[in-house]
């Protein structure tokens, strides 16, 4: 009896360890990041004007603290792929209010969140330009009245422009 006990622990325990990477695919909504007005993101040492599509690919409407998020920006990691080095952009503090702020985003709809990656951002890591600039938002969602945890995530491409 000891054993089976001892051997259900174990099989309990080898599976919490082998599901804890699975990503939440139960979702409701997906990221999608573009450059605006510039869909290759070619840089031409101006800064560089991002939008965050965020869609809801569910079948009930949810709340997002959009205006919370345009506030505080997206965590943004930029990686120079010469050198592998990274940086994370700077957020911006917001008033914890805007959290409980919901935006209503109906299935098969989309809400924007923009920013700005600036030029100096970008170059830190040296000329010509040529990193990828990993969007992340993360937010407690409304949905179906229950607030819920979210993470969705996108990657932007940024290459210098070649001069013609």
Known sequence: MHCQVI?????????????R????????????????????????GQNLFVQIAITNRGS????????????????IRL????????????TNLADHELRNEFTEILPGQSAILEWVITAVELEQFGRPVDVTAECTLMAEIKVD?????FKGADILRIVSKVPK
């Open 60 to 75: 009930l409407t949810v709340g997002f603290p959009l205006a919370f998020r345009q506030k505080t920006g997206p965590s």
């Open 145 to 149: 009245s229950r607030l819920v945890e």
């Open 21 to 44: 990477n699975i990503p939440m695919t139960n979702q409701p909504l997906t990221i999608s990041a573009k450059c605006k007005g510039n869909e290759s993101c070619a840089y031409s």
């Open 7 to 19: 051997f259900c622990v174990v099989l309990f325990l080898l599976n919490c360890a082998q599901n």
């Open 79 to 90: 990686v120079d792929k010469r050198t592998k080095a990274d940086a994370y952009l700077k």
